[in-house]
């Protein structure tokens, strides 16, 4: 996705589709700026070929979308937030974005408690 700046973002999608409606949780990647201003609960410089620098998960960030909406909009070729599907993570690189999700002290409480019995 494009954020207003028109630079990609790599959102990651941690759960199969679940619930009614169905719904994901997502986080997204950002550029490491330094310990005091990034959430280093997982650092990241190499698992996926969309990262080019040291790179953290956004567990601030995190949000629960709905999957058909975010299904939509990755095939939708009007949409103007350029949503398209990359290459799926490794197991070992989703265990350790998955993991974070507990371990970061930004990852909010209901996500927390989303994410506990999807993963």
């Known amino acids: 996705m494009l954020d207003k700046y028109q630079r990609p973002h790599l959102f990651i999608v941690l759960n199969e589709p679940t619930g009614n409606p169905m719904s994901v949780c997502v986080v997204n990647l950002t550029t490491y700026k330094s310990d005091e201003e990034s ?3 997982v650092v990241l ?3 996926h070929s969309f990262i080019k620098h040291k790179t953290v ?3 601030a960030r995190a949000r629960v979308v709905n999957a058909a909406g975010l299904e939509a ?3 939708d070729q009007n949409d103007q ?3 398209h599907r990359e290459r799926k ?3 070992e690189f989703l265990k350790i974005v998955r993991d974070g999700v507990k371990k970061s002290r930004q990852t909010r409480d209901h996500i927390k408690d989303y994410c506990k019995d999807k993963f």
Do not use: R, W
Request: negative net charge; contains cysteine; hydrophobic residues 20%.
């Open 45 to 47: 410089e190499s698992g």
């Open 39 to 41: 959430d280093t609960a």
């Open 57 to 59: 998960v956004n567990y």
């Open 89 to 91: 993570c490794t197991p």
């Open 73 to 75: 909009k990755v095939y």
């Open 81 to 83: 937030t350029s949503f």
